[in-house]
Nanobody, 120 residues
């Protein structure tokens, strides 16, 4: 059993900042990639940012320069620092992790999501 728990969502005004956290717990050997997705009402889920075990990062164009993904391997936690937030960033944010259960055996795990609302 592997569980991801997100936190840090809430209501923020345009131009404000939030930091999302996602902690992994359960039975696994290590975590490969971790990422953040988001889904706005009536929209398709999109990948926002991803970070590899080697700390390489990628971002969707709409958040480049504003969002930063990072990870703390000792805490099995991934973060998403969101600055200069815009109303169009409003969505439920989900974290994802590819966890290693055994040699050459990986499992994709999703969190339950945390709501980010950007509004004045």
């Amino acid at each position: 059993q592997v569980e991801l728990v997100e936190s840090g969502g809430g209501l923020v005004q345009p131009g404000g900042s939030l930091r999302l956290s996602c902690a992994a717990s359960g039975s696994f050997l290590s975590i490969n990639t971790m990422g953040w997705y988001r889904q706005a009402p009536g929209k398709e889920r999109e990948l926002v940012a991803v970070i590899t075990s080697g700390d390489r990062t990628e971002y969707v164009d709409s958040v480049k320069g504003r969002f930063t993904i990072s990870r703390d391997n000792a805490k099995n936690t991934v973060y998403l620092q969101m600055n200069s937030l815009k109303p169009e960033d409003t969505a439920v944010y989900y974290c994802d992790a590819e966890v290693k259960r055994a040699a050459m055996k990986y499992l994709k795990v999703w969190g339950q999501g945390t709501l980010v609302t950007v509004s004045s």
